[in-house]
C-alpha cells in the first residue's frame, strides 16, 4: 500500500495513472483517521470507506489528422460479417453519419429503408441501414443508425455519433464533454 499527505495527492493520481497504462485496473482512495488520503490498487483494508476508479475505463483524447480543408479520425465499424477500421472525415455540418456502398457491403449492414439525402452538393437518395458497433477511441455505440450515400469513399463522422458519444472537436483531437 502507498500512502502520501493530501498536500500531494493530485501528483500521485498523476504518477500513478500513468504509471498503470492502459490496462483497467482499479485505484483506491480513501482518508484515515489522521486526515491522510491514502491510494492504493491493491484491495483496501477491511473497514474502510475507500472509493475506487478504474483506468480504461475513462475516455482517452482520439487524435484527428488536420488537413488543409478536413479533420479525419480513426474509427472502428464492427457489421454483420465484417469489422472495418477507417478514417471517416469529422463533419459538423452533416446531421447524419454517412459511409460509402464498397464499405457497407464490405462489413455487412442491415439495411433498412431508402432515403432521400439533401446536401451543399445537391439532392440524391441513399439507404438508412444500422451498424452493430462503432467505435470512436475508447467511446463506443451499438446498433448505429448510419446513412449509405452514393458517394464512393466518403465516409463522414457526423453530429448524431458525436453527440450521442459527447463528443467535442478540438484543434487535433476529439475529446468528450457535452457539445
Known amino acids: 500500500m502507498v500512502r502520501w499527505g493530501s498536500a500531494t495527492a493530485a501528483w500521485a493520481l498523476l504518477v500513478l495513472g500513468a504509471s498503470r497504462g492502459l490496462a483497467q485496473q482499479s485505484v483506491y482512495t480513501w482518508t484515515d483517521e489522521?486526515?491522510?488520503?491514502?491510494f492504493t490498487n491493491s484491495a483496501p483494508p477491511q473497514g474502510v470507506n475507500a472509493r475506487a476508479s478504474h483506468s480504461g475505463s475513462e475516455f482517452r483524447p482520439v487524435p484527428l489528422e488536420v488537413t488543409e480543408n478536413r479533420k479525419l479520425v480513426?474509427?472502428?465499424?464492427?457489421?454483420?460479417?465484417?469489422?472495418?477500421?477507417l478514417s471517416m472525415i469529422v463533419d459538423t455540418g452533416a446531421e447524419k453519419t454517412m459511409i460509402d456502398p464498397a464499405l457497407a457491403h464490405h462489413i455487412g449492414v442491415r439495411w433498412m429503408r431508402g432515403q432521400m439525402l439533401a446536401g451543399v452538393t445537391g439532392v440524391g437518395m441513399g439507404s438508412l441501414v444500422e451498424v452493430p458497433k462503432l467505435r470512436v477511441g475508447s467511446a463506443e455505440l451499438r446498433d448505429v443508425n448510419v446513412i449509405v450515400g452514393p458517394a464512393a469513399g466518403?465516409?463522414?463522422?457526423?453530429?448524431?455519433?458525436?453527440?450521442?458519444?459527447?463528443?467535442?472537436?478540438?484543434?487535433?483531437?476529439?475529446?468528450?464533454?457535452?457539445?
Do not use: P, W, Y
Open 154 to 179: 466518403l465516409n463522414l463522422l457526423g453530429m448524431d455519433v458525436l453527440n450521442a458519444l459527447h463528443l467535442s472537436v478540438g484543434q487535433d483531437s476529439l475529446f468528450q464533454g457535452r457539445n
Open 74 to 85: 480513426r474509427v472502428e465499424m464492427q457489421g454483420t460479417h465484417e469489422t472495418a477500421e
Open 34 to 38: 489522521k486526515g491522510v488520503v491514502n
